[in-house]
């Protein structure tokens, strides 16, 4: 089975800019989360999607949003870019059950300058 | 935002040496899972855990989810230079979907 898949993997942006970020989930994977990892803060989770819909969401400003579509693959968007934005954002998927392990994809490394 | 608390921060090793972390929180976790990872990847699982108080091993790994619920460890025997990365405890509280709370790391080193 292929893993998850994220794109791009690296992204230069300038403040004020928006970004979309994708994942592609494993092959029947319907839960797909979104984590930014940083070097001060750690990793802190963002959102989840399930079938489509926000099931949970992390302490982030609403200029992070996401959504997921009917194959399970998610975007993430970024709005109005600060500097504090830049990160590795990583997505990870898991199947139907909520105690179900979570596997990450590779993530995107987003610079904000 | 809220971390798991995680020690070592780092460590050294040498080849051949156990090696020992582990994670506690003031929360109830009902899943425990191990992660490494390498310089510009995403997080490995290495291990999970459902159930307080059980004892699992992955080839040299072995972790223990806390009988409290608010604990796991992580061990690893004769270490090996590609035990080099960084390794990560999460905790999932399982009846609000898939959200993991992170430790803030282990590093692990190689002794020069």
């Known amino acids: 089975k292929a893993g998850v898949t994220q794109t791009p993997r690296y992204l230069i942006k300038t403040r004020g800019q928006q970004v979309t970020l994708s994942c592609s989930p494993i092959s029947g994977h319907r839960s797909v989360s979104w984590y930014q990892q940083t070097p001060g803060q750690g990793l802190q989770f963002l959102f989840e999607y399930f079938s489509e819909t926000q099931r949970n969401k992390g302490n982030f400003p609403g200029r992070f949003s996401g959504r997921q579509f009917s194959n399970s693959r998610s975007e993430m968007n970024v709005s109005t870019l600060e500097l504090g934005d830049s990160a590795l954002y990583l997505c990870?998927?898991?199947?139907?059950?909520?105690?179900?392990?979570?596997?990450f994809g590779p993530g995107t490394r987003l610079t904000v300058l | 935002g809220q971390q798991l608390n995680q020690s070592p921060q780092s460590m050294f090793i040498q080849e051949g040496e156990d090696v020992s972390m582990n994670c506690t929180s003031s929360s109830i976790f009902n899943t425990w899972l191990w992660y490494k990872q390498d310089p510009g990847e995403g997080p490995v699982l290495l291990i999970a855990l459902y159930k307080a108080g059980e004892l699992t091993s992955n080839g040299r790994l072995t972790a223990q989810f806390g009988i409290t619920r608010k604990d796991s460890f992580l061990n690893i025997s004769a270490s090996i230079p590609s035990d080099v990365g960084i390794y990560f405890c999460a905790g999932l509280l399982g009846n609000a979907g898939n959200m993991l709370t992170f430790g803030g790391g282990t590093r692990l080193m190689v002794k020069p």
């Open positions: 990870a998927s898991s199947s139907l059950t909520s105690t179900d392990t979570q596997y």
